[in-house]
């Protein structure tokens, strides 16, 4: 199995914590898809990393279709929840975090333009949905929906966009009244799928 991706992006990380933690082997094709020379496009016509390329010629992306993939391949420890309630209870909190993740994006990229490019109320809107994202996700820490004892894919990303939030100084007061999103991550990172899948130092 190879997956396509590029060792900043919290998708990436996202999946390559799954494979990890599922103990399947894979090579790790390095890309940067904002280049013209990528190879991303060649495997995911939207130019996205992660894509997934399997042993027998199949490419998947996005994340979530991927983490649902590999869940099908039936590998303890399972990842989402065979109940079709709970797993779409789980797939909310998943896209929520991605949704985070895609937030953070939209302003790292927004303040890699030139300082009189930049839209403050571009970048307002983004904090704004990072907060009330993550303060709903706090709540769900709170109520134990979020259980760093259960790891899932949801909690897989959570702590994947939160690492995203660190690396890029996106929202840097996040954690500020979060006490137990605060916690879940840091149970996570002491894993060791997410300490060998950290961010190069920026
Ligand atoms: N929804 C997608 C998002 C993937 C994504 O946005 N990846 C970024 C890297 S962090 C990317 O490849 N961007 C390149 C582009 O937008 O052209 C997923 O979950 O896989």
New binding site residues.
Partial sequence: MKLIG?Y?????R?ISVILLEKGITFEFVNDN??VSESI?PHYNP?????ALITDDGQYW????V?AEYLELLDLAPAFIPRDPQAALQMRQMEALA?GI??AA?VSVRERQRPIEQQSEVELLRQREKISRGLTLLEQYAADKKLDAENICVATIAVACAVGYLNFRRVSPGWCVDRPHLVKLVEKLFERESFARTEPPAA
Wanted: aromatic share 12%; no cysteine.
């Fill in positions: 590029n900043t992006s919290p998708y990436v996202k898809p904002w991303t939207l130019g996205k990393v992660p992306f996005d994340s979530p991927i991605d993740m895609d994006l």
